[in-house]
């Protein structure tokens, strides 16, 4: 119920940031709060320490992971120099869902990575949900992303790649209040979303269908897809659903 932190200590003096410890769990069901896995800064001159992967694995016959706290951070240390030397950021760790998930609360995940120095990159992490997304009362808990912006300054002339985000499974199984993706490399809805609204900012974007409409007693919402520093494809193979509902008794329609 409480934080799982594994974060790397920052370093004192010359040399690379501390990595930051993996979270892996097998369980019946899971239920987690906040984890934190975030590699450490490097301090006078070296590479940002790595973040920790997270990886969750129920394994009952119908398993489900519910996420009750408000973050998952798995992100990358800053590099440092004094010498103007060309230091890599710490990586953002991968996120992985391996079965059902089920948001308990609003919930922000982030693999962005650190700030790198001079010519240094800096790499996010890959966010993977393997099966469904739902919130636990339709149209109520929302899902932030972030994996890093692709082409954007990674702190000196270096270059960031983001990370991909996968939905494997349907988003929004029971709707979701709202998803937004702040930045990715490639952004792929394999199964379609489901949401009160959807806002995406990455390099790419796949989807089968997307709701966003068509619930009685509300308006339609938002579907927002924009591109990130680095400009790539928009494909949507089904429907783009943003219908107002309809209204029951006396009022205008939605």
Do not use: C, W, Y
Not at 9 to 20: C, H, K, P, V
Not at 102 to 114: A, C, D, F, R
Not at 185 to 194: H, I
Request: glycine share 20%; proline share 1%.
């Amino acid at each position: 119920t409480g934080l799982i932190d594994t974060r790397g200590g920052t370093r004192t003096g010359a040399g690379n940031g501390f990595a930051g410890g993996a979270v892996t769990i097998d369980g019946d069901t899971i239920a987690v709060n906040t984890i934190n896995t975030s590699g450490g800064n490097a301090d006078t001159e070296g590479l940002g320490g790595n973040a920790g992967l997270v990886t969750l694995n129920a394994t009952n016959a119908t398993p489900t992971i519910t996420l009750n706290g408000a973050t998952i951070t798995a992100q990358g240390g800053n590099a440092a120099t004094a010498t103007a030397a060309n230091n890599n950021a710490g990586t953002g760790g991968a996120v992985t869902f391996q079965d059902a998930v089920i948001l308990g609360t609003n919930v922000s995940i982030s693999t962005t990575p650190g700030t790198a120095t001079g010519s240094g990159t800096a790499t996010g992490g890959v966010i993977s949900f393997q099966s469904t997304v739902a919130a636990t009362s339709a149209g109520v808990q929302t899902l932030t992303l972030a994996a890093g912006d692709t082409g954007a300054t990674a702190g000196g002339t270096g270059l960031v790649t983001g990370g991909d985000i996968t939905f494997t499974g349907a988003a929004g199984t029971t709707r979701l209040g709202g998803l937004t993706i702040n930045s990715g490399d490639d952004v792929n809805f394999v199964a379609g979303v489901t949401s009160n609204a959807l806002t995406t900012t990455s390099k790419s974007f796949t989807a089968t269908t997307i709701t966003t409409g068509s619930v009685a007693g509300q308006a339609g919402g938002a579907v927002d897809i924009n591109m990130g520093t680095t400009d790539g494809a928009v494909s949507i193979t089904g429907l783009i659903d943003t219908r107002g509902g309809t209204r029951t008794g006396a009022g205008n329609g939605f």
